[in-house]
């Protein structure tokens, strides 16, 4: 694991919801469209091309929906999954709650300062890093 592979989680989580958002817009969108009842030769046609491609537009968001979520819940693992719990608080501090290094510092007290804990999340990603 990497510092770049854990950074990703802020980004990824703003991406999940981008997408949720997107998804519940198309989903109106396409209720609105079968609302609108073109009689045949009114358009119809046209009707049936829009919801075609919103249909294959939904399926692709929801697509990278699922793969983002896939990645985020592979990150929180990896972090979840860390036996020293010094650790595990300074990177859900610093990759999943986003703060500082002085914010995660500060979380976890113990007179840490900033260069503390970065420093040691550096040495144990080390050991991580391909």
Not at 43 to 50: K, V
Request: hydrophobic share 35%.
């Amino acid at each position: 694991m990497t510092k770049r592979e854990l950074s990703q989680l802020g980004d990824i989580g703003r991406e999940i919801k981008q997408n949720e958002q997107r998804l519940s817009r198309l989903d109106v969108l396409k209720s609105d469209l079968r609302a609108w009842n073109a009689a045949p030769g009114d358009g119809a046609f046209e009707m049936l091309c829009l919801e075609k491609q919103l249909s294959g537009y939904r399926w692709e968001l929801y697509s990278h929906l699922q793969l983002c979520l896939l990645e985020y819940r592979r990150l929180q693992r990896f972090i979840a999954l860390i036996d020293d719990s010094l650790i595990r608080q300074i990177l859900t501090g610093r990759y999943v709650d986003g703060k500082n290094w002085t914010q995660v510092a500060l979380q976890v007290g113990g007179g840490n300062t900033a260069d503390s804990v970065r420093k040691a999340a550096d040495r144990f990603l080390k050991t991580y890093t391909k």
